[in-house]
């Protein structure tokens, strides 16, 4: 299995800043793309940004040119820096990562997901 343990949540005012982190462990061949979504109460799941292992990056447009991602590959770390925080910015930040695990001599690539940490930025 695959576990994704994230950290750095929290409250903070708008237009103040935020770091959250995830760290993939487990029994992989490989660690690829790793990303962040974020769920607002009553909304869907949405894309935040993503990072490729050669660190080409994707960013949901109403996040570009406020958040960065950044991953440390030895550690299997990924990062998500938040700065000029908004309201709308409010939920649950999950983090996910495509993972190639050789089971019964077959490689394949899945899908994991963290437990998600709150985010909150008071207006």
């Known amino acids: 299995q695959v576990q994704l343990v994230e950290s750095g949540g929290g409250l903070v005012q708008a237009g103040g800043s935020l770091r959250v982190s995830c760290a993939a462990s487990?029994?992989?061949?490989?660690?690829?793309?790793m990303g962040w979504y974020r769920q607002a109460p009553g909304n869907e799941r949405e894309l935040v940004a993503t990072?490729?292992?050669?660190?080409?990056?994707n960013f949901a447009d109403s996040v570009k040119g406020r958040f960065t991602i950044s991953r440390d590959n030895a550690k299997n770390t990924v990062y998500l820096q938040m700065n000029s925080l908004k309201s709308e910015d409010t939920g649950v930040y999950y983090c996910?990562?495509?993972?190639?695990?050789?089971?019964?001599?077959?490689?394949?690539?899945?899908?994991?997901w963290g437990q998600g940490t709150q985010v909150t930025v008071s207006s």
């Open positions: 990072i490729t292992t050669d660190g080409s990056t």
């Open positions: 487990g029994n992989v061949f490989s660690i690829n793309t």
């Open positions: 996910n990562t495509n993972a190639v695990r050789i089971i019964g001599g077959v490689k394949r690539t899945y899908t994991y």
